[in-house]
């Protein structure tokens, strides 16, 4: 039997981030497609919209003249919502006859019978229909939130997305039949209906993927981020089955604190540092904000100012990407397996100011603890550590976030009964220990993995929802408490699956 023959594949979503270098005449032109996806997005925001105000109406109606009660005439009133389905339907079917798509609300009133723009025929039809079932995922999304499916923060009623507000971005999914999305050289990118767009840097390893079949695109997603165009290839590939090392074995278990002070501390000792861009950049940002106040509305001086704040921005978000990436990188090919507790990011930097009812204490140190939290990217590490353990047989095993992680000596088992966020040093009164308290919590994070039960989990990176997390510690508790698990919330639906990364080649 041969080797090939005789190794494990597992099958992997990831995706590969390309710089473009688009001509002038097809960076217009990109724009032209985002603004257009914008548009449909839009447009299918306000047909939903207008078909759930018309069930408003029709409730209200009821109980006013029918005498149901409010709760009977919610549950008997049905008004089908439009949804991508349809709409796509429309765009097939009904070029120039606006009447059957009025008649299923798919055309907003007043749109009857105009002329449909000229962008529905020159852009390509899958990036108009991403963006409808982007609106569809923000309507389910903001139902389920409403309902209580959906876990985490309340989501507000769908917006439109405004331009030079909203990113500027449309999404082309694969059509396996026409291989529409591909390499046409390992620099040059072809996207259908559009033609192709010069790489900035080169794809040779995608090229050679492709070439031979380990990889399949399923969809691209051109974007803006300041002054650069970005397509973001998500792919299908196919990797041996990973398998731990040995010296990963021998290594073991490390735990990990995501933090503030440090971007993490590991339970060996050691306390990796945070590179803080933010506050290098702080001083040069803050100036340009300041005369952009200042600039007049409309002119070029603010118009250049504006531009160099997003350069500014863009860079500084690209070197915490990259810093977040090393992070992970390190721990991932170093143990076999990684201890971190479950981060509530949306918790810790939720507004400090709180509510009229409930004024937040200690506003202006929780706002600069909210700059430093969001500088860090605790969230970016524990979700790059997601996609990376899968692919490298590395176990990820998440601690339960009430697990007394920060309180517990390390040594001795003796839980403080306080312990504030100003002590960066763990002292036991019970058995002496003196620690810095992001180790001390790491050592514990380290204990509590690594009695953790081993998943099979981890082997199978093909999973469609985020893991749940491996809590070896009080469940009911969590179950009450939790409110906002990152990621915790499974895809609305089928067609989205948990994307990933990126991966800059
Ligand atoms: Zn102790």
């Known amino acids: ?112 019978g105009r002329e449909h723009d000229p962008w529905m025929h020159e852009v390509n039809r899958s990036a108009l229909v991403s963006a409808m079932r982007h609106a569809d995922d923000a309507w389910t999304n903001w139902i389920d939130s409403l309902t209580g499916t ?70 691209v997603t051109v974007s803006r981020h300041g002054p650069r165009w970005y397509a973001s290839l998500t792919v299908e590939e196919t990797i041996p089955t990973p398998r731990l090392s040995k010296r990963k074995r021998a290594a073991g278990v490390i735990g990990v604190d995501l933090g503030v002070k440090v971007a993490a501390a590991l339970s060996n000792g050691e306390l990796v540092p945070n590179p803080r861009f933010k506050a290098s950049h702080a001083k040069k940002l803050a100036r340009l904000q300041k005369a952009l106040t200042k600039s007049q509305k409309g002119s070029r001086n603010r118009a250049q100012i504006v531009q160099k704040i997003g350069r500014l921005t863009h860079l500084e978000a690209r070197q915490r990407e990259g810093h977040a990436h090393n992070v992970a990188n390190r721990l991932v090919h170093t143990w076999a397996i990684i201890g971190i507790e479950d981060l509530n990011v949306a918790g810790m930097t939720r507004s400090s100011r709180g509510t009229i009812e409930k004024p937040g204490k200690n506003v202006r140190a929780k706002a600069g603890l909210n700059r430093s939290i969001l500088d860090v990217a605790p969230a970016q590490i524990r979700h790059l550590l997601d996609y990376k353990t899968a692919w490298s047989g590395t176990q990820l095993v998440v601690i339960d976030r009430w697990a007394p992680t920060s309180k517990k000596c390390s040594t001795c088992g003796a839980v403080k009964a306080k312990l504030t966020l100003a002590e960066r040093t763990f002292e036991c009164e019970a058995c002496g220990l003196v620690l810095d308290r992001d180790i001390n919590a790491a050592r514990n994070i380290a204990a509590l993995a690594a009695v953790a039960p081993s998943t099979e989990e981890t082997q199978n990176a093909r999973r469609a929802a985020p893991r749940k997390p491996v809590s070896s510690t009080v469940k009911q508790r969590t179950a009450m408490k939790r409110e906002d698990p990152p990621g915790s919330s499974p895809p609305s639906n089928g067609r989205t699956f948990h994307t990933v990364l990126v991966q800059v080649i």
């Open 150 to 219: 959906r876990a985490g923060r309340k989501i507000g009623y769908p917006r439109f997305k405004k331009r030079g507000v909203a990113r500027d971005s449309f999404t082309i999914t694969h059509d396996r039949k026409s291989l529409g999305i591909r390499l046409a050289t390992t620099r040059r990118l072809r996207i259908p209906t559009f033609g192709e767009i010069r790489i900035h840097d080169h794809a040779n390893r995608l090229h050679r993927k492709l070439h031979t079949g380990t990889v399949e695109v399923t969809s």
């Open 1 to 112: 039997m041969s080797v090939q023959a005789a190794m494990a594949t597992t099958i992997i979503h990831r995706a590969y981030r390309l710089t473009l270098d688009p001509t002038p005449q097809q960076a217009r032109k990109l724009s032209q497609w985002a603004g257009a996806a914008r548009a449909m997005y839009n447009h299918a925001i306000a047909a939903k919209q207008a078909s759930h105000r018309r069930w408003l109406q029709e409730v209200a109606f009821a109980t006013y003249e029918q005498e149901l009660t409010e709760e009977q005439a919610r549950k008997s009133i049905k008004v089908p919502i439009p949804t991508a389905y349809g709409f796509n339907a429309w765009l097939t079917e009904t070029r120039n006859t606006h009447h059957d798509a009025a008649e299923k609300g798919l055309l907003l009133p007043g749109r009857d």
